[in-house]
């Protein structure tokens, strides 16, 4: 194929949006391997095997190419590759029957992103008005990652964080939010969350769920972001978002598909890519992606007190995973988990909002591979893939046989002082050199990534430990508790009375 046998469609937003409202259609199959080998980070390479795209674009292309006949057998179009998370990507490409294609820029992403729900709204027989489609972009172009160093290490319902996170954001100083103006705000926040609780899981980093996220980019974007203003954007989004779920609950689809993506938006993003695909012939997009883990560091919060005990005992961390699981005719997810300090515990079945459902899967289960498949129209929307992430045995049975090592040490002095008058440097330096040169190897040694990241609290509670047993040592010394000679050593038996 040649230039001149292409379609120019780059600039038309429209095909855009029919592809993702048709993707069902023309996405036959999709393979999804799943690599858990690298510990700390994930490999996902996802292949969909894609329809001739003509039938599903026929009423918008043009007209000589909606019968085929004389017309261009390829498109230069902005394809619609995936959803993905709004977590850090490490690496992503893509290829579209067989050639390398280019994602677009961030900001025509964030256009399209909010001309979509333009779109979508429409659909549905609504008009967004400009402060609406102002939010819609903004929404859309939230990323998490500044708003994770304000919740770290924060409680779920403490709103100081969020409080800090819209002084520096909108006003560069902390103290300028009055405190009736931010209950308004918390009060709108909340009104938010309750709102699309039936359309996507809580998630503390949606923008959707919390409009107030995506504010300091409304500001970037030179827009009113003064408290009047603020107030007036979010009450025109929520009237929106209400005429738009009295039309859902009249069974309108539109509408329905509306308030879904206005939810999926706000925690997920659609990659894009400008390429050049076929028209009357089926090809496959490949794409491969490398995140670096994120841990679910609030999961040991909703375990059982048990749960969490074994989880600290054995220095082992949870690590959860979602995969979209029906976004075609067939999806097929094949896991892969060859490294030891690696355990699948289980994949559980997702509805839209992250429940757990209960329906059978077609699994083929070994020690390293988990395979996945299902065309069936009624399937969960996602997977849960749950792994078990801790250090081999004999780096766990050191750690801890260090740390009783480091607690039996002053027993053994405590001991030696019941059966003389005083204790010797002798018997200091054999009780103390080897848990000191068995800890400074275990602390200073080579650690991989992971044996760092899981061993952390033990290796700072030993340190501590050594450091405490060694200031111990010196105070008794300095008290001349702690003897040079070993002809002073007077047993205590001698003294009783025969």
């Known amino acids: 194929m040649n230039d001149l046998s292409s379609y120019e469609l780059r600039e038309a937003d429209s095909i855009v949006f029919r592809l993702w409202d048709t993707r069902m259609s023309w996405c036959i199959r999709v393979f999804e391997e799943v690599d858990l080998s690298g510990v700390l980070v994930v490999k996902r390479i996802r292949t969909v095997d894609a329809a001739p795209l003509r039938l599903a674009l026929r009423d918008i292309l043009p007209v000589s190419a909606q019968n085929g006949w004389g017309a261009a057998n390829s498109a230069r179009l902005k394809l619609p590759v995936a959803i993905l998370p709004k977590d850090p990507l490490l690496t992503f490409d893509v290829q579209v029957a067989g050639q390398a294609a ?4 961030k900001s025509e992403t964030v256009r399209l992103h909010a001309g979509y729900l333009v779109h979508a709204a429409r659909q549905a027989g609504l008009t967004a008005p400009l402060p ?4 819609f972009s903004a929404i859309s172009n939230f990323q998490p990652g500044v708003w994770r160093i304000y919740l770290r290490g924060a409680a779920s319902a403490d709103s100081q964080p969020l409080r800090a996170y819209l002084d520096d954001g909108l006003f560069g100083t902390e103290g300028v939010l009055d405190d009736a103006t931010f209950d308004v705000f918390l009060e709108m926040r909340d009104w938010f969350r309750e709102f699309i609780s039936p359309y996507a899981p809580y998630d503390h980093y949606s923008s959707a769920q919390n409009p107030l996220l995506a504010l300091p980019d409304m500001k970037a974007a030179g827009l009113d972001v003064s408290p009047q203003g603020i107030e007036a954007s979010l009450t025109a989004l929520a009237y929106f978002l ?6 859902a609950a009249e069974g309108e689809p539109s509408a329905q598909n509306f308030l879904r993506s206005y939810a999926d938006f706000g925690r997920r993003w659609v990659a894009l890519s400008e390429c050049k695909v ?15 883990i994120l841990f679910e560091e609030n999961l040991h919060k909703l375990k059982p007190s048990g749960d969490r005990f074994n989880d600290f005992f054995w220095m082992r961390k949870t690590l959860v995973r979602r995969t979209a699981f029906r976004d075609a005719e067939t999806n097929q997810v094949n896991i892969v988990v060859t490294d030891p300090n690696v355990e699948l515990v289980g994949v559980e079945p997702l509805t839209e909002k992250n429940d757990g459902i209960d329906v059978p899967l077609q699994l083929y289960k070994t020690p390293e591979v988990f395979y996945i498949s299902s065309s069936s129209p009624s399937r969960s929307h996602r997977l849960k893939l749950v792994c078990r992430v801790q250090p081999s045995m004999t780096v766990r049975w050191l750690h801890w046989l260090i740390l009783l090592a480091m607690v039996a040490t002053p027993v053994g002095i405590g001991l030696a002082w019941e059966m003389f008058t005083w ?8 009780m103390l050199t080897p848990i000191t040169f068995a800890a400074s190897l275990l602390l200073v040694r080579e650690a991989s990534p992971l044996s760092s990241e899981l061993t952390s609290t033990f290796r700072r509670i030993i340190t501590v430990g050594i450091g405490l047993l060694w200031v111990s040592v010196i105070a008794l010394y300095l008290g001349q508790v702690v003897h040079t000679s070993e002809h002073s ?10």
């Open 102 to 105: 280019h994602r677009i820029s």
């Open 132 to 135: 609406v489609a102002n939010f």
């Open 242 to 247: 209400l005429e738009a779920k009295e039309l």
């Open 278 to 292: 076929p028209l009357d012939e089926p090809f496959s997009i490949v794409m491969s992606e490398k995140r670096g």
């Open 423 to 430: 204790v010797t440097t002798g018997h200091l330096a054999l």
């Open 489 to 498: 050593l007077q047993p205590k038996l001698s003294n009783q009375p025969k």
